[in-house]
């Protein structure tokens, strides 16, 4: 999607920025994962297809995917952006005739930041987003029956089994947008905030210079 490429989502411990075509060769790295193919269900796609993928996702109007960052790397202008990927979090309209529906995909692809509740922050990062910018009112996740991790996370997050298609080996889980839901996500997400994408990273650059902090 457009309505996300000059966007940048702030958390307590990660950035969301836009999937450009900086992030593709670590991207492309990451899916030579048979662990990673398997737990996204994806198919190895050469570089050149994994660049094509990304310029395909940016202009799809049924795809809204964020890039994870480590916020504390990020901040330090000498470390490159790419060194700083740690997944990515995307939001589907898998359904024509309901636009209010999202099917919600988080991967935290760098192994040494799984456990450490990053990706229910950015679950509920992109549930946010997805509220307010996209008018989403039902979540769906599917799920690997094997990745117990992933489901006991959106179960922690309130969601509901629907489903389990033993054919596809996954569970489908959903959760419906309601004041309740609103009210915790605004009480966990407190210090969220939405930046310009651009701006901000001139901020960064500028930071050797200033030695200051981002603004």
């Known amino acids: ?72 790397r990020w901040v330090d202008p000498g470390v490159d952006e790419e060194q700083c990927m740690v997944g990515d979090v995307n939001i589907f309209l898998t359904d024509p005739s309901d636009p209010f529906l999202a099917e919600l995909e988080v991967m935290i692809a760098e192994p040494s930041y799984r456990g450490r509740g990053i990706g229910k922050e950015v679950t509920r ?5 997805g509220i307010s910018k996209l008018g989403i009112k039902k979540f769906q ?28 080996k996954e569970v489908t889980l959903e959760l419906m947008v309601d004041d309740s839901v609103r009210t915790k996500l605004q009480e966990d997400l407190a210090c969220m905030k939405e930046r310009d994408y651009k701006q901000t990273c001139c901020s960064r650059h500028e930071l050797v210079q200033q030695g200051g902090e981002l603004l």
């Open 1 to 72: 999607m457009k309505i996300n490429e000059n966007t940048l989502l702030e958390g307590h411990t990660v950035f969301l920025v836009p999937y450009n075509e900086e992030h593709v060769p670590r991207y492309h790295e990451w899916m030579k994962s048979p662990e990673l193919q398997q737990l996204t269900a994806s198919e190895p796609l050469s570089l050149q297809q994994e660049y094509d993928m990304q310029k395909s996702w940016r202009e799809d109007n049924d795809k809204c995917t964020f890039i994870i960052l480590d916020k504390q």
């Open 125 to 129: 990062m992109m549930m946010s987003y």
């Open 141 to 168: 996740a599917k799920i690997g029956l094997d990745n117990q991790v992933s489901i006991s996370m959106f179960n922690k997050l309130q969601f509901q089994e629907v489903s389990v298609c033993n054919v596809f």
